[in-house]
T-cell receptor, first 114, second 110 residues
Framework: DVKVTQSSRYLVKRTGEKVFLECVQD?????MFWYRQDPGLGLRLIYF???????EKGDIPEGYSVSREKKERFSLILESASTNQTSMYLC?????????????FGPGTRLTVL | GEDVEQSLFLSVREGDSSVINCTYT??????LYWYKQEPGAGLQLLTY?????DMKQDQRLTVLLNKKDKHLSLRIADTQTGDSAIYFC??????????FGGGTRLMVKP
């Protein structure tokens, strides 16, 4: 079974703090994704990576950056956290299979920025 | 850009069938997915359908796709309390990127 893990289930930070969210997958997947989930808005793609050291902006990259130094690990960074970044953050990974790029999700990190 | 829409809430009684609907706008969709999210958990892939199919059945789940109207539905037969969750539809475009709907919260009453 594919396993995608995230470093924290719950996180509370203060405005202006630097925040790191870590995601690790154990299935040698090439693609990794970071989404945020907000009520009524579904999942919105922040950044994705299709290979080590490669990254692409998603739909809402502002205020975020990412790092992919190793294939199994994809980090989301909030350089200076703001209250509007309070959200549930979901990481996913997939193995490129043409059109059937099924994404497997981690359990999520609920971040609260005070 | 692409848009995927779902109703926010559905309530059914245990044992009844549930039908969750989804509409999308991208005519280049290749695959369409249904994900389930239980409280406090991540998203779990339930089923998917290729865009040139109109129906797929998997045990209690039936997916219907009307490509002309860009309408996707998920029917859950004999709905159980354990089916209470948020259900997301998602469409994959020609660039292999997913666009998710806002999620439908299914509540199953005993």
């Amino acid at each position: 079974d594919v396993k995608v893990t995230q470093s924290s289930r719950y996180l509370v930070k203060r405005t202006g703090e630097k925040v790191f969210l870590e995601c690790v997958q154990d299935m040698d997947h090439e693609n990794m994704f970071w989404y945020r989930q907000d009520p009524g808005l579904g999942l919105r793609l922040i950044y994705f990576s299709y290979d080590v050291k490669m990254k692409e902006k998603g739909d809402i990259p502002e205020g975020y950056s990412v790092s992919r130094e190793k294939k199994e690990r994809f980090s989301l960074i909030l350089e200076s956290a703001s209250t509007n970044q309070t959200s549930m953050y979901l990481c996913a990974s997939s193995l490129p299979q043409g059109a059937l790029d099924t994404q497997y999700f981690g359990p999520g990190t609920r971040l609260t920025v005070l | 850009g692409e848009d995927v829409e779902q109703s926010l809430f559905l309530s059914v009684r245990e044992g009844d069938s549930s039908v969750i609907n989804c509409t999308y706008t991208d005519s280049s969709s290749t695959y369409l997915y249904w994900y389930k999210q239980e409280p406090g958990a991540g998203l779990q892939l339930l089923t998917y359908i290729f865009s040139n199919m109109d129906m797929k059945q998997d045990q209690r789940l039936t997916v219907l796709l009307n490509k002309k109207d860009k309408h996707l539905s998920l029917r859950i037969a004999d709905t159980q309390t354990g089916d209470s969750a948020i259900y997301f539809c998602a469409e994959m475009n020609a660039g292999n990127m997913l666009t998710f709907g806002g999620g439908t919260r299914l509540m199953v009453k005993p």
